[in-house]
């Protein structure tokens, strides 16, 4: 069974942000499905859809996203696809 998550990426546009995150997941071999991202004013909007077949590294994974947070002043979150539509549901 397939297991997808919802990538989302905020903050300030700068150069290298797009290939800073999909370096990180192709390090963990997690394939991107969607990919829709935006500039708003001066802020970068991103959001993925992601294949999470290897749940095990999960961790390593936030590690990863938060050393490129604190570098690039950005915020990155990371949902399971069923938890994410659960929580937007009206």
Not at 9 to 14: A, R
Not at 17 to 40: G, P, W
Request: aromatic share 6%; charged share 20%; hydrophobic share 50%.
């Amino acid at each position: 069974m397939q297991k997808r998550a919802v990538v989302t990426v905020v903050g300030k546009d700068k150069v290298g942000i797009i290939a800073r995150v999909t370096s990180v997941l192709a390090e963990f071999n997690m394939n991107i499905h969607d990919i829709s991202q935006t500039i708003l004013q001066d802020y970068f909007t991103m959001m993925m859809i992601v294949d999470i077949a290897e749940q095990n590294h999960l961790e390593q994974l936030l590690k990863a996203f938060e050393t490129i947070e604190d570098e690039m002043n950005l915020s990155i979150s990371i949902q399971l696809e069923d938890v994410f539509q659960a929580m937007h549901r009206i």
